[in-house]
């Protein structure tokens, strides 16, 4: 890829426009949130105390960047060289994702500003606890695995930038962040262990913290191709049809590991019986195995549908709705546990917030994309 | 000293005078309900509410009013306190459970894992608190009994040590086997609470979880997850290194060739 077709994209297009009317709508009304407090923005409630933001925006949002550590250990652990070209741009997404992970988590604490009290008040008996403190410091790892190259770009301190960019200092931070991954990304699912009374039985197993994690590397592979393939659009350079097929191939593997570990757990524990129940549940956990699993598993499992676009496209984004579903699942059924049918429903400020966080999302990533070496000082190495 | 307190529903006539103790004594405002078929009032626990009855018609089987008090069961492993990421729920030697809302960061896991839906939370203000019944905790400490306790004309709640309530439920219950069920809610319930109800419908018709599982909630998470999360780090690096490892020493064997 040559610097020069990049510098001579033009930046604001239409879509870029759309993208950046979104953030600022969302933070409109992010301040006045802080303003005026959860209630008067949102639909949650004592019987719905999570909602979209915590759903979507943290503990999907968080999955889906899963793309991160999966392919830095390609990349720098199994030494798969050509996941070198994608690496640094699937640690940009995971950094930015977590950034946004980070933004909504900031917004949906009833008290944002004590946001800082989990890292000096321990309380290491907590899932929460270990989620903030793995995510604050895997957050960290990010932004040091970011910043040579906007030290490079600026051209300041060189010293920093060198040391950041030695090889055994690359090769710690991505053992650091497989590590945190591993922590937080389970932990996410762990969360649900202490609702046994309250989340229907396809979901609730002592095992949700491992499957969280599984889901979690099938969808961030996933998150990671759809990128690969719309940064090729944007860039306007042919596809890279063999990382590509690659991926497919890792996500299909990690579709059926998922897959497997999700039935035996089922079947060891007797609850495939409520597969055939015939529940609102049950055929939520149908569309969400069928369409978010099976269907893209075996799609993938085919050479020539790795090798076509469409295809990707196709069962890359029903696994990432897979994902979605699954974690709506649980957490809006284990809600469905806190008493009464009250239904919830995001409010427009709810949906505006998230989807103007995602705009921002991609607004930052197209900036730095174009202004930062991303793409093409990858081609050098 | 541990504490407790029996709850036995069949004495509650209903009159709410708990609930009136409780807002009393926490200067908690009254709250305005309008009359909708059901005499509960108010109509559920919430930020302003940490006591109420509940009005149970059971009009199937043998026809009954019941009237049942609902607050916090003050669990003697609570799942709230072991959720909080900041210790701001805990469990004090008095057995109540109490919450610091300084050290609350607001992230309502607690009303996630409480398996009996207790903790409330100010929806409506920008520097919002937990709420919940604290077990007047101030008040125990002082040597007396709860607000609802003291105030109860019927003696429905019986207030003193652990183990003196059980056993005194379980002389209830023996003494008029005919009258009560055989069963003492909270004695295991998500590991025992400190709260514990006994009656004479099954606790099923009156709206009581019964799929609580009658264990300790806190041990859940600890024995799946969290004890054993520094092991499998410690494994994870392990397998890492010796990748890198093999996989090093193989593309220097191969420079050589």
Request: hydrophobic fraction near 45%.
């Amino acid at each position: 890829m040559n610097t020069k077709a990049i510098s001579d994209h033009k930046f604001f297009t239409f879509k870029t426009k759309i993208l950046l009317v979104l953030s600022i709508a969302a933070i409109i009304l992010i301040i006045y949130r802080l303003i005026y407090g959860l209630g008067r923005v949102t639909n949650l409630s004592d019987t719905t105390p999570w909602g979209l933001w915590i759903s979507f925006d943290v503990i999907t949002g968080v999955a889906l960047a899963a793309g991160g550590f999966t392919i830095t250990f390609a990349a720098y652990i199994a030494g798969w060289e050509k996941y070198k070209a994608i690496a640094k741009a699937a640690t940009l997404t995971a950094f930015i994702g977590y950034l946004l992970a980070v933004t909504g988590v900031f917004l949906d604490l009833g008290k944002p500003f004590s946001i800082w009290h989990p890292l000096f008040f321990w309380q290491p008996h907590s899932v929460m606890f270990e989620i903030v403190v793995c995510i604050t410091i895997y957050t960290t790892v990010l932004f040091l695995e970011f910043l040579p190259w906007l030290l490079e770009r600026l051209n300041i301190l060189t010293g920093l930038k060198n040391l950041l960019e030695k090889k055994s200092v690359i090769l710690v931070l991505v053992i650091l962040g497989i590590m945190l991954s591993y922590g937080h990304q389970s932990s996410l699912g762990g969360l649900f262990l202490l609702a046994p009374d309250k989340l229907h039985p396809l979901w609730y197993t002592h095992f949700i913290h491992h499957l969280f994690y599984l889901s979690a590397i099938c969808a961030g592979l996933s998150m990671v191709s759809i990128e690969t393939i719309f940064g090729s659009n944007m860039l306007k350079k042919p596809y890279e049809l063999n990382i590509l097929e690659g991926l497919a191939r890792g996500t299909s593997i990690a579709l059926l590991v998922y897959f497997l570990v999700r039935f035996i757990d089922l079947a060891i524990n007797n609850r495939l019986i409520y597969v055939y129940e015939g529940s609102i549940e049950s055929i939520l956990f149908i569309i969400e195995i069928s369409l978010g699993v099976l269907l893209p598993m075996v799609i993938l499992s085919v050479k020539n549908m790795r090798l076509s676009i469409p295809a990707l496209i196709l069962s890359h984004f029903m696994v990432i709705g897979g994902l979605l579903l699954n974690r709506f699942n649980v957490v809006f059924l284990t809600e469905k546990g806190l008493q009464s049918n009250r239904f919830y429903l995001p409010s427009w400020q709810e949906i505006i917030v998230t989807i103007g966080l995602i705009s921002l999302g991609i607004f930052l990533y197209k900036i730095i994309v174009i202004n930062l070496p991303i793409f093409n000082s990858s081609a050098k190495e | 000293m541990a504490n407790g307190v029996l709850v036995d529903i069949t004495k509650c006539i209903g009159c709410r005078s708990c609930q009136i103790a409780c807002k009393a004594w926490h200067s908690l405002d009254a709250s305005y309900n309008l009359m909708n078929g059901n005499l509960t009032m108010p109509k559920e626990l919430n930020d302003n509410n940490y006591t109420l009855i509940e009005f149970k018609e059971n009009k199937t089987s043998n026809r009954a009013w019941k009237f049942i008090k609902k607050q916090c069961f003050h669990c003697k492993e609570p799942a709230c306190a072991s959720a909080c990421p900041v210790g701001a729920l805990r469990k004090m030697k008095n057995s109540s459970v109490i919450y610091d809302q300084w050290l609350c960061i607001g992230c309502r896991y607690c009303m996630i894992a409480c398996p009996f839906n207790i903790p409330k939370y100010e929806w409506n203000t920008t520097n919002p608190w937990i709420r919940k019944c604290d077990f007047c905790d101030d008040r125990i400490d002082d040597g007396l009994e709860p607000a609802c306790v003291k105030a109860c004309p019927m003696k429905v709640m019986y207030f003193g040590d652990y183990k003196n309530i059980v056993k005194e439920a379980k002389r209830r219950i023996k003494n008029n086997p005919d009258k009560y069920i055989n069963y003492i809610y909270g004695e295991k319930e998500a590991g025992g609470t400190s709260w514990i109800y006994i009656s004479d419908k099954p606790f099923e018709e009156l709206g009581f979880k019964m799929n609580i599982p009658k264990k300790s909630y806190p041990l859940i998470t600890w024995k799946n997850s969290l004890s054993k999360i520094l092991w499998e780090e410690a494994g994870l690096l392990a397998i890492l290194g010796s990748l890198l490892y093999l996989r090093t020493r193989k593309d220097k064997k191969g420079d050589k060739n």
